[in-house]
């Protein structure tokens, strides 16, 4: 499996899904250092401008980032990681906390890495999320919990297979048609044959790297 870069942010976090690898890297970004503390870890690298981590950062390696600035800190730690070299990454913390802004940013990073030919999970308590394009997931018949579909096209193709509700057809942007599904304990998938897929799992999710495949 490719190494991966995970970045931990300020949102609602997971631990369990929280297993880097010997070879992954580790970015905090400003109060998700707080995370982090928590549960033990020390990152390769600290980001921020830290208006939410209200503090001086104990750890080795931190880049101060304005106040000031097109980025957000998640979206600047992402491009750190691109520069060096990973096209796989898990940001944690990244959905769910106090300001849903920042969740529907981070789902915009996942367009960004889809467009600089690198692939993201999104990561919240109990939850988490990614692109389709073009292709197809597959979740092993020990999944359980909800699964979602949402355009984030103007129009998708997919075709729902061996979940609760089978599907085959158009799903709009304009029209929530595919919210909680739910696995049955058959090998699921989701094919998409045109536009962009956002999928959302909520249960027990355990390591999200699976998701990458091989």
Same mark, same amino acid.
């Given at each position: ?73 998640? =979206?600047? =730690? ?50 988490? =999320? ?57 090998? =699921? ?26």
């Amino acid at each position: 499996m490719r190494p991966v870069c995970h970045i931990v942010c300020a949102g609602d976090f997971d631990e369990d899904c929280f297993s880097p690898r010997d070879g992954d890297l580790v970015i905090a970004c400003d109060a998700g250092l707080f995370h982090l503390e928590k549960c033990g870890t020390v990152p390769d690298l600290t980001v921020g401008d830290f208006d939410s981590y209200d503090q001086t950062p104990a750890v080795e390696n931190v880049v101060f980032l304005p106040r000031r600035k097109d980025d957000t800190d998640s =979206a600047y =730690a992402l491009k750190l990681g691109l520069e060096k070299g990973y096209t796989r990454f898990i940001l944690h913390g990244a959905l769910g906390g106090a300001r849903i802004s920042h969740s529907l940013a981070n789902i915009s990073l996942l367009m960004f890495l889809r467009d600089h030919g690198a692939e993201g999970i999104l990561c919240g308590k109990k939850t988490c =999320a990614a692109l389709l394009e073009s292709g197809s997931a597959v979740f092993a018949a020990e999944e359980r919990g909800f699964i979602s579909v949402f355009a984030v096209s103007p129009e998708c193709e997919v075709t729902l297979k061996d979940l609760k509700f089978p599907f085959s057809g158009t799903i709009k942007l304009s029209f929530p048609l595919g919210v909680s599904n739910e696995f049955t304990g058959d090998r =699921a998938r989701i094919e998409v044959k045109s536009g962009t897929l956002l999928w959302v799992y909520e249960g027990e999710i355990g390591d999200p790297a699976r998701f990458f495949g091989a």
